[in-house]
């Protein structure tokens, strides 16, 4: 399992530290950094074929003038470590020999599997740019394929594969009323899975003559993927993969990108219930944008998970712990998780936190306040608060907090000039900031 990663000048990334866990959650705005701190991740553990950029058997994504944060140096620095010590750490640097046909030098660990750790043997990848609908599956070159080509194949070949006993165990334990309790085959708990995220069922048959296969979904009917919801197909090689990836090795690394494609909401939470089941016996590194998944691990009572979120701030990339505690709002709010996660505002959660810093003012004041009393003791506490303006009722509001309270709660309150009251978005941001900062 993965302990540490470090990455120094790639891409968007001046510098990073990361801690990772069993179940690790990576988040945030689109062009943030997320799909950079797994390429550097792909590329500490992949084979590298060549000795002049980072070009290997998972990724091909070019060299050093291509790839280095262009304001911080001249070599590209990643780092990993296993909980087990081992390290293996990968730099890219300009060739000090200016004449040389090779611009740039790949410097590496001298064994190039020191952390014994190879793709589809321990660690596997499915990118978003996955195999999908499909009237004829063909067998695969590879276990599962980063793109998931593989997987219906695999399934097919290694139906009869049994799932160890750690797993089965606690499966036992999970679902004890399950027809497949004493059933150990891999295929039977691949079909228990689709059916518990999809509520469908799936079968596979080989083409006779021929290295393809056929997919069908239903019970009562063969349907075919290319006669159903997207969803399912798209959802299938993820659970084939890490699935078969727990009979292929002991404790497997899985990196997953956008598993939510064309799911629907409640697919993608019982997904995330899929994920914190099979971080048990798997270390599980997921890129998701889906706010379902996001709220289903966060409020999971899952101990080795945590939420990572990429933020674009001042030309680099800073990557955020979201950690349930820090949350203001108690139980946990999906507006809140919403704002941490991918920064989206909301009226709930400007008044969920309007309504906590109430509370707050009550406790210092020792009563319960009215809403100008509250304004007043904002100034007072805050001095630095935006101010904005509002006169509703012939009464005068000052901060920027309590202006879009009153926007909400009296949306059709206009000032004694008929002027109607609105707020920015990005007032909005602020307001949200400064409540959550203050909490």
Not at 378 to 399: D, F, W
């Amino acid at each position: 399992m993965i302990k540490k990663l470090q990455i120094k000048n790639f891409k968007s990334i001046k510098s990073l530290n990361i801690n990772l866990k069993n179940l690790n959650l990576l988040c945030g705005e689109n062009a943030s950094g997320k799909t950079s701190i797994i390429h550097a991740l792909l590329i500490a553990l992949q084979s590298t074929k060549t000795n002049k950029n980072f070009d290997g058997d998972v990724i091909k994504i070019g060299g050093l003038s291509e790839l280095r944060n262009m304001t911080v140096g001249n070599e590209i620095a990643i780092k990993v470590e296993t909980e087990d010590a081992k390290v293996k750490e990968i730099i890219l640097r300009p060739n000090e020999d200016i004449t040389a046909p090779n611009k740039d030098i790949l410097v590496k660990n001298p064994v190039n599997d020191v952390l014994g750790i190879s793709f589809e043997k321990q660690f596997f990848y499915l990118s978003s740019n996955r195999s999908g609908l499909a009237d004829i599956y063909s067998k695969g070159n590879s276990v599962f394929g980063s793109s998931g080509e593989a997987a219906i194949s695999y399934l097919s070949e290694h139906q009869d594969d049994l799932m160890p006993d750690e797993y089965m165990k606690v499966f036992k334990k999970t679902f004890p009323k399950s027809s497949i309790n004493e059933n150990k085959r891999y295929y039977e708990h691949v079909r228990f899975w689709v059916e518990q995220i999809s509520s469908d069922v799936i079968k596979i048959e080989p083409v006779p003559y021929t290295n393809q296969y056929v997919l069908t979904f239903g019970v009562d009917r063969n349907v075919r993927p290319i006669n159903t919801g997207s969803g399912y197909s798209y959802i299938l090689p993820i659970i084939i993969m890490c699935l078969g990836a727990m009979v292929i090795s002991k404790i497997p690394l899985i990196i997953i990108e956008n598993p939510e494609i064309y799911l629907h909401p409640i697919a993608q939470r019982e997904l995330a219930e899929f994920f914190i089941f099979i971080s048990k016996f798997e270390q599980l590194i997921i890129e998701t944008h889906s706010e379902n998944i996001l709220e289903a691990i966060i409020k999971s009572s899952a101990q080795s998970r945590q939420i990572l979120v990429a933020n674009y701030k001042d030309n680099y990339t800073l990557v955020e712990q979201l950690i349930p505690k820090n949350f203001k709002t108690k139980p946990i709010s999906y507006s809140e998780v919403l704002y941490k996660a991918f920064h989206i505002p909301s009226i709930e959660l400007h008044v969920l936190l309007y309504g906590l810093m109430q509370e707050k003012c009550n406790a210092v004041v020792g009563h319960e306040t009215k809403i100008k009393e509250f304004d007043n003791w904002l100034l007072r506490a805050y001095p630095s608060i935006q101010k904005k303006q509002m006169c509703h009722r012939n009464t005068i509001y000052e901060t920027l907090p309590t202006y879009i309270r009153n926007c909400i709660d009296h949306p059709e309150g206009r000032s004694p000039s008929n002027k109607k009251y609105k707020y920015t978005e990005m007032e909005l941001r602020k307001s949200i900031d400064f409540l959550l900062s203050n909490l």
